[in-house]
């Protein structure tokens, strides 16, 4: 059982154990059949369970998770920030999702008395060139209906930031932080009450025809596992190409793992930093850069970089598989990002190997900060949907296949950020999109 200590913002130190989640113990003997199976056990697959049987209570569902515990990658391993929806383009899912998945995830933090903090997020400039990409990006939020969004000057910086500098300033009050992994156990203990079922170590590695009348898939895992369900949804993360292919599923978008590594500040030094502190996005880069992040336990994480895992699930330099890298250095789409972003990638590598070259981008904001004040921190890999052609996948993506046994089964390709903070909502559409193609309303008479 995970527990939580919670600091300086919430009083004294006192503790929040996750939920019980109680997996069922799998048996060959037993009938393993299912109306429908969801791959992935972080927070979209298991939110998307959840929002499934709310909605169709009579189905038997099952998640099916190839850890020993849920949450266990993206979820488990990414900064806390509860987004508000500043950066996405107008009328693209993300924003739609992000502004609606706001109001949701806050709803049900506050209904399940989950801790979370909404502590704010300033995107400061610090040099005038960046004035207009920042008053660019107030434009998209007011435009994306951002809640209480505001441009501010240096003075108010200051005044909610006192230790940053900067000329201006986007100040959404809404931003918050929450521990995802705590959430998405709250979402799997009402799965479970709901009548869901969950398997863990349940790694998938064939679909393949059952031969059981009525449930036309049979999922195998690595151990020789199966089960047969009627329909399946993959939510599958770092795994989501792999997971694809293996039920006829086209080859791109490839996922490309990238390492974020975060560095802390030491204790006697977060009192520097009040809320989200985040630099001006350059437009002709494809990640957002090294920010501040306060986290509920009252640390302060700084950074990330983004560095080239060399395994999907590669969180340190010492991660490696030989086919994982392979795999990902001959990809098409990879090569030609690489050589699209060649001096970017090659200065991400060198912050990854150089502390005081990343703590002189973090002074940009926070000027007195040295870099005896920081130490190594945790770091998480982003699963990075990339085309053939090499461009980012901004957006969610979906796909169904057309032959067997694709055809029952609804694959969450991409799951970008904002994701965890859009689960509801996604959970909400993607529960939309499997009734309006496997019918789900009929199986629920």
């Not at 336990?297 to 890298?325: C, H, M, Q």
Request: positive net charge.
């Amino acid at each position: 059982m995970r527990t939580l200590l919670l600091r300086n913002w919430f009083g004294n130190v006192r503790s929040l154990s996750s939920p019980q989640i109680i997996c069922r113990h799998f048996s060959n003997e037993t009938k393993n059949f299912y109306d429908l199976v969801v791959i992935g056990g972080g927070i979209v697959g298991v939110a998307s369970a959840r929002e499934i049987l709310l909605r169709f209570p009579k189905l038997k569902v099952a998640v099916v998770e190839k850890e020993s515990k849920l949450a266990t990658h993206q979820t488990g391993h990414n900064s806390g920030v509860i987004h508000a929806g500043l950066y996405y383009k107008p009328g693209s899912l993300k924003a739609k999702l992000c502004v609606k998945g706001l109001k949701l995830i806050y709803d049900y933090l506050d209904k399940n008395n989950i801790p979370y903090k909404k502590c704010g997020k300033l995107v400061v400039a610090t040099r005038k060139d960046e004035l207009e990409t920042l008053q660019n990006l107030y434009s998209r939020s007011l435009e994306n209906g951002v809640p209480d969004v505001r441009l501010i000057d240096g003075k108010e910086i200051s005044a909610i930031e006192p230790h940053c500098l900067g000329l201006k300033a986007v100040h959404s009050p809404h931003t918050g932080i929450v521990d995802w992994a705590l959430v998405t156990n709250y979402f799997a203990k009402e799965f479970q009450q709901l009548g869901g079922e969950i398997l863990l170590n349940f790694n998938v590695t064939k679909f393949s025809e059952s031969s059981s009348p009525g449930y036309p898939v049979s999922i195998t895992s690595k151990d020789g596992k199966q089960i047969s369900t009627k329909y399946g949804l993959a939510c599958a993360g770092l795994q989501s190409d792999i997971i694809a292919r293996l039920s006829g599923g086209a080859k791109f978008p490839a996922i490309i793992p990238f390492r974020g590594e975060y560095l802390l500040l030491k204790h006697e030094f977060e009192h520097l930093v009040n809320g989200n502190i985040y630099p001006v996005p350059n437009p002709n880069l494809p990640f957002l850069g090294v920010h501040f992040t306060p986290r509920l336990d009252g640390s302060i994480w700084l950074g990330p970089n983004a560095v080239l895992a060399f395994k999907k699930e590669g969180y340190r330099w010492t991660d490696f598989d030989l086919n994982e890298f392979t795999s990902i250095v001959t990809n098409p789409g990879f090569i030609k990002l690489a050589l699209k972003y060649p001096a970017f990638g090659l200065k991400e590598f060198y912050k990854s190997c150089n502390l005081n070259y990343q703590v002189q981008d973090l002074k940009q904001y926070i000027p007195n900060l040295e870099r005896n004040w920081v130490e190594k921190g945790p770091s998480g890999v982003r699963a990075q949907a990339l085309s053939v052609e090499g461009e980012l996948i901004e957006d969610f993506f979906f796909e169904t296949g057309n032959q067997y046994p694709g055809e029952f089964i609804l694959h969450c390709r991409n799951a970008p950020s904002p994701g965890a903070t859009s689960s509801m909502a996604i959970a909400e559409m993607i529960t939309d999109k499997l009734n309006n193609l496997f019918h789900l309303s009929n199986l629920n008479n």
